[in-house]
């Protein structure tokens, strides 16, 4: 088959554009969306996949767009973004769940905890959590360190927030900055950024971020709120009971494995910059997120499923568990890859760039300040992510590489900004701490916006030197 019978081919599948009468009803139409959506999901309470989804009609609907052109961009949009992002996930969610089942996340934990000393303690809390929180989703991650937050306070005698901010803020920025989580995943996704490239700048970004928002602030957050550990949260830990644990170094290994595949990847693409070269070629294929991700699996099935002494069936059974939870996040996932194209084919991107230029806000600034205006009225970092990427796509159509990584960056640190009583994860930490709602806004709340603020001034550092 030819190329320009694969063009036309691909051309008849796409949906038709949607028009609409002009930027003003356009916008009326975006805005009147986003309020459904916002009303489905807070005051309904809504799952976010039904509420993106009828969203997404309403905006066909308000901008006068015929309903089947409408459907057709959504169901595309959908179908799109699970292609993309849909294994990936998957394949996170078992590798996660090979971690934490094996006993592997206990072993890491232990293991720095017993060279960690005094005030080195809320720098081991965050190195563990930054560590765990690579294939773990957020909340999976805040089970796991709960308990050892929780013991490591009382224990050491610390104050609960010296420990707790540390470890939550390491699971907060590689939820919102480092791939494979859904978010920066669905948003390298929309806006064609390079993976590889991605990962690595996020990597520098999520450092100092990290630093800041975790064992600096937790010194203040402990004098503002200064609580002990509640005797009744410290749940049992999941590797309690087994006999057998992965050492430490095949599960940092494992861990890190796509990791070092895709920045490998990435920086070969650098230097050698020769799609011929045989090098290229061959890291080209081994760093693509598929295939670094599936060689993590196979891996972990044996340097930590088998050295826990899981049998066959046990893997499957492991794999299998792993799946389930999954299902509503690649729900959401593929509701906002929906909405996202949705949009576009309604011209809202068009509509985005004009503002941009007419209103002279520079890129990045603009995609953050949406995401934090849709995390604000959503709750939900995850669809502030997709929204905002499907708003902001068409300013990255004439970036560089380094500047759509960065485009995704600012989103990702849009969306994390002050999480408050409509985010699910206000309530989490709220309860496992044993906080009143007061408490956690002057600590969860706080360190979420710091989190955000600072990884959008790396970003914006990053983007005058590169």
């Known amino acids: 088959m030819t190329g320009l019978s694969v063009e036309i081919l691909a051309a008849a599948a796409a949906p038709a554009p949607i028009t609409s009468a002009g930027n003003a009803r356009l916008g009326v139409a975006v805005l009147a969306a986003i309020a459904v959506i916002v009303l489905l999901i807070t005051r309904l309470r809504l799952h976010a996949f039904l509420a993106l989804t009828v969203g997404s009609l309403a905006l066909g609907v308000f901008a006068g767009a015929p309903l089947d052109k409408t459907i057709a961009s959504f169901t595309a949009g ?8 849909g294994v990936l996930i998957a394949l996170g969610a078992i590798l996660g769940r090979l971690l934490a089942d094996s006993g592997g996340a206990d072993e890491i934990v232990d293991t720095i905890l017993a060279k960690a000393k005094g005030r080195a303690m809320p720098w081991a809390m965050v190195l563990i ?41 390491g699971l907060s920025v590689m939820h919102g900055l480092i791939p494979p989580h859904p978010g920066p995943l669905v948003a390298i996704d929309a806006l064609h950024a390079d993976l590889g490239v991605t990962l690595a700048l996020g990597v520098v970004v999520a450092i100092p971020t990290v630093v800041i928002a975790g064992p600096l602030f937790s010194r203040y ?48 693409d650098i230097v050698v910059d020769d799609p011929a070269n045989g090098l290229q070629r061959v890291t080209d294929v081994v760093g693509s997120p598929l295939i670094a991700l599936l060689a993590a699996v196979f891996t972990g099935m044996f340097t930590l499923g088998r050295a826990a002494g899981f049998t066959k069936a046990r893997l499957s059974t492991t794999v299998e568990k792993s799946l389930a939870p999954i299902a509503g996040i690649l729900l959401i996932v593929g509701a906002g890859g929906g909405f996202k194209q949705t ?24 995609a953050w300040l949406i995401a934090v205006a849709i995390r604000l009225a959503t709750g939900s970092a995850t669809v502030a992510t997709i929204s905002a990427a499907g708003l902001v796509a068409p300013l990255a159509a004439g970036m560089s590489t380094t500047e759509t990584s960065l485009l995704v960056l600012a989103i990702g ?14 309530w989490l930490v709220k309860e496992y701490f044993g906080m009143t709602v007061g408490q956690t806004v002057k600590t969860w709340s706080v360190m979420e916006t710091i989190i955000s603020v600072a990884g959008l001034g790396f970003v914006l550092l990053l983007s005058l030197v590169l």
Do not use: C
């Open 129 to 169: 959590a930054s560590v765990i929180g690579l294939p773990l989703f957020f909340e999976v991650g805040i089970v796991l360190l709960i308990p050892v937050v929780l013991l490591v306070a009382k224990r050491g005698n610390y104050s609960l927030m010296r420990i707790g901010i540390p470890a939550l803020a």
């Open 343 to 366: 949009l576009i084919d309604a011209g809202v991107g068009r509509m985005v760039l004009e503002l941009s230029e007419s209103w002279s806000v520079p890129a990045l600034l603009l």
């Open 221 to 268: 957050a402990a004098r503002w709120v200064d609580i002990p550990a509640p005797e009744n949260m410290i749940p049992q830990r999941p590797s309690a009971e087994s006999e057998h644990r992965p050492r430490f170094g095949a599960t940092v290994f494992t861990v890190l494995l796509p990791v070092g595949l895709m920045l490998v990847k990435a920086l070969v």
């Open 78 to 85: 959908l179908g799109a973004t699970v292609a993309g992002v």
């Open 413 to 426: 640190s849009g969306s994390l900004f002050f999480s408050h009583v409509n985010d699910a994860g206000f």
